[in-house]
């Protein structure tokens, strides 16, 4: 997996961390504002054996954005599976460190807490996600969809909380036995971006955090309970 050559990078990717949900996804934000609107997506990174890759633009509102696309060899329910897994997670997810259900409204939503690992000696961040999973029924595509709700628990003094982000997850069926994986995102990391270590994380992390998610959901997918996971909820395309 590689990055593109400088020249060819977006100026967005000064800025973002992203980060995922597992369903609840979690990026990173920093950037000076445009007054022209939001920049077009521009190819970042690449992961060749898998195919996977990653666009960033820089957003009206000065922060990133990043839109990583893969198709994996797996039944929609497998990838529903692993993203509503939420304690193993930590397997697949760039740095995410733990994460646990809160609180749910059956299979198809409720809240979630992520904490996500940051280098030495920066304090790690914590996500409160509320999320929603709904199956257009013509299609049969799965979205995923997650926003920040810092208030919805008291903080802990341990973790910096991120105040904002939004993240999807769209998985659409192809034929035959595989699903375009589509994962976009943007955010607030929370504490003090002026900081040259923050930055330069999150400059970083922009295009990393997206790959290397996606590129480990391949082999994720594949383990025992995720391949053969059966979704009472979830319909399945017609093989």
Known sequence: MRPLPFAARPLAARVVHALSLGTLLLCLGVGAARADGAADWRLHATDEATGTRVWLRLRADGRTEFRGVTTI???LSSLVAALRDVERMPQWVYRQRSAADLSTD?????????VFAMPWPLSDREALVRWRLVQDPATLAVTLSGQADPDAAPPDPAFVR?????STWQLTP???GAVEVVFEGHGDLGGSLGWGLLRSFAAAAAWEAPLRTLVALHAFVAQPGIADAALPYLREPAP
Do not use: K
């Not at 059956?106 to 992520?114: A, F, I, K, M, P």
């Not at 991120?162 to 939004?166: I, K, L, N, Q, W």
């Open 73 to 75: 060899r797996a039944r």
């Open 106 to 114: 059956g299979d198809l939503g409720g809240l979630s807490r992520v």
């Open 162 to 166: 991120m105040p904002s982000f939004a």
């Open 174 to 176: 192809q034929a035959p």
